[in-house]
């Protein structure tokens, strides 16, 4: 007889189990910038499906008066929307309730990105599409790179555009299947000054602003570079199930308080985990010189602010009550067998103890295993 696991899988684990096998599946068009035909190739697949047999609806869709990809709706049914008053203007909002009563093969939801009116049950609406899969409801959706939420400040800088709207890194990576749209510029061109994508009267602007060859040429990397990265994971997921291994790469970064870029840290922490499959984790130690009683309410702000933005780009929050940060981190890279350890380099101004070369020889010499990487 074998010995019992020493962690036998419990009734938690096979709800799980249950829970992935009826959750739907996610097919998202990822396009390098606006206009690349993401929501036309959605409504063609719709169309195909229907045509196959396979019940279909649209559960929204805005065709941004774009003749060739209304035209695409066809004999598609379309779910009603959900309208919401919001400062003297109707909104409109996939109604989720609906999709779920009318509990379709495939729901073709535009717009990952879009957020909703306040006082919605979702925020966002990769959170209402979540809800669908979850009910075992397929999903064919769309989003642009620059809505990438570890891409926002690369955007920002290099393009001088803000983008309001983002998704969570980890929702693209665990799509079922990415599917990369892109368009050479002069074909892009062409589609702007012929009025497909933008009236006439918006091309020059537009030109002259985002639509650039520079910046249309920078996105394109990016689009690339993420579908790269997901098609790696994708091959490592699927030698895993193969050969019945488990992935061994965890990582985790050490926030501080004092930390002066916290967006910057997070965004190289998360491409760095998208090398692996389990979810990374945020570790902020909490030292009894940082307890809420001794702290102004602005550090306490920043903090959670910090962690709030990691668990947005797909990571797990720790906060650990320690004596020792070096400690602390330890405790945590041991107990969840982390090998990967992110630090952030403070600015030289701000030479925190703990972030001094003795905080990394500690980590090193505790941690033999695990691989220090500083950012």
Same mark, same amino acid.
């Given at each position: =007889?074998?010995?019992?696991?020493?962690? #036998?899988?419990?009734?938690?684990?096979?709800?799980? !189990?249950?829970?992935?096998?009826?959750?739907?599946?996610?097919?998202?068009?990822?396009?390098? $910038?606006?206009?690349?035909?993401?929501?036309?190739?959605?409504?063609?697949?719709?169309?195909?499906?229907?045509?196959?047999?396979?019940?279909?609806?649209?559960?929204?869709?805005?065709?941004?008066?774009?003749?060739?990809?209304?035209?695409?709706?066809?004999?598609?049914?379309?779910?009603?929307?959900?309208?919401?008053?919001?400062?003297?203007?109707?909104?409109? +909002?996939?109604?989720?309730?609906?999709?779920?009563?009318?509990? #379709?093969?495939?729901?073709?939801?535009?717009?990952?990105?879009?957020?909703?009116?306040?006082?919605?049950?979702?925020? %966002?609406? $990769?959170?209402?599409?979540?809800?669908?899969?979850?009910?075992?409801?397929?999903?064919?959706?769309?989003?642009?790179?620059?809505?990438?939420?570890?891409?926002? %400040?690369?955007?920002?800088?290099?393009?001088?555009?803000?983008?309001?709207?983002?998704?969570?890194?980890?929702? *693209? =990576?665990?799509?079922?299947?990415?599917?990369?749209?892109?368009?050479? &510029?002069?074909?892009?061109?062409?589609?702007?000054?012929?009025?497909?994508?933008?009236?006439?009267?918006? *091309?020059?602007?537009?030109?002259?602003? $985002? $639509?650039?060859?520079?910046?249309?040429?920078?996105?394109? +990397?990016?689009?690339?570079? *993420?579908?790269?990265? &997901?098609?790696?994971?994708?091959?490592?997921?699927?030698? =895993?199930?193969?050969?019945?291994?488990?992935? !061994?790469?965890? *990582?985790?970064?050490?926030?501080?308080?004092?930390?002066?870029?916290?967006?910057?840290?997070?965004?190289?922490?998360?491409?760095?985990?998208?090398?692996?499959?389990?979810?990374?984790?945020?570790?902020?130690?909490?030292?009894?010189?940082?307890?809420?009683?001794?702290?102004?309410?602005?550090?306490?702000?920043?903090?959670?602010?910090?962690?709030?933005?990691?668990?947005? =780009?797909?990571?797990?929050?720790?906060?650990?009550?320690?004596?020792?940060?070096?400690?602390?981190?330890?405790?945590?890279?041991?107990?969840?067998?982390?090998?990967?350890?992110?630090?952030?380099?403070?600015?030289?101004?701000?030479?925190?103890?703990?972030?001094?070369?003795?905080?990394? +020889?500690?980590?090193?010499?505790?941690?033999?295993?695990?691989?220090?990487?500083?950012?």
């Amino acid at each position: =007889m074998e010995p019992p696991s020493p962690n #036998p899988p419990s009734a938690d684990d096979f709800l799980q !189990l249950i829970r992935r096998q009826h959750r739907g599946n996610l097919q998202l068009y990822l396009g390098a $910038f606006p206009g690349v035909g993401k929501t036309y190739r959605m409504l063609a697949d719709g169309n195909r499906l229907k045509n196959c047999g396979v019940d279909v609806v649209v559960g929204c869709v805005d065709a941004h008066q774009r003749t060739e990809t209304a035209a695409q709706i066809g004999h598609l049914e379309i779910i009603p929307p959900r309208l919401v008053q919001y400062q003297g203007i109707t909104l409109k +909002e996939l109604d989720v309730d609906a999709v779920l009563a009318r509990n #379709p093969a495939v729901a073709l939801v535009d717009e990952l990105a879009q957020m909703n009116a306040p006082g919605s049950k979702h925020r %966002k609406r $990769f959170e209402q599409v979540n809800d669908l899969l979850n009910a075992g409801i397929n999903v064919i959706s769309t989003v642009n790179i620059e809505h990438l939420e570890s891409l926002q %400040k690369i955007v920002e800088k290099a393009i001088g555009v803000r983008v309001q709207q983002h998704v969570p890194d980890d929702v *693209v =990576m665990n799509a079922d299947r990415l599917v990369d749209l892109d368009l050479p &510029y002069a074909e892009m061109l062409g589609r702007l000054q012929s009025g497909k994508i933008y009236p006439l009267e918006g *091309v020059h602007p537009a030109m002259e602003n $985002f $639509f650039t060859e520079e910046n249309l040429t920078l996105l394109r +990397e990016m689009s690339l570079g *993420v579908t790269a990265k &997901y098609l790696a994971r994708k091959q490592r997921e699927a030698s =895993m199930r193969g050969n019945r291994q488990r992935l !061994l790469g965890k *990582v985790a970064v050490a926030l501080s308080s004092h930390c002066p870029d916290p967006g910057l840290l997070l965004r190289e922490t998360t491409r760095l985990a998208a090398q692996f499959n389990p979810p990374w984790r945020a570790v902020y130690v909490r030292t009894p010189h940082e307890a809420p009683t001794k702290i102004d309410a602005e550090l306490q702000r920043r903090i959670t602010d910090t962690l709030d933005l990691a668990q947005k =780009m797909g990571g797990v929050a720790v906060v650990v009550k320690h004596e020792d940060v070096a400690q602390g981190l330890i405790s945590i890279a041991r107990e969840h067998g982390i090998t990967h350890m992110v630090l952030g380099r403070p600015a030289r101004r701000h030479v925190y103890r703990w972030f001094s070369r003795s905080l990394i +020889e500690m980590l090193t010499r505790e941690l033999a295993n695990v691989e220090i990487v500083i950012v």
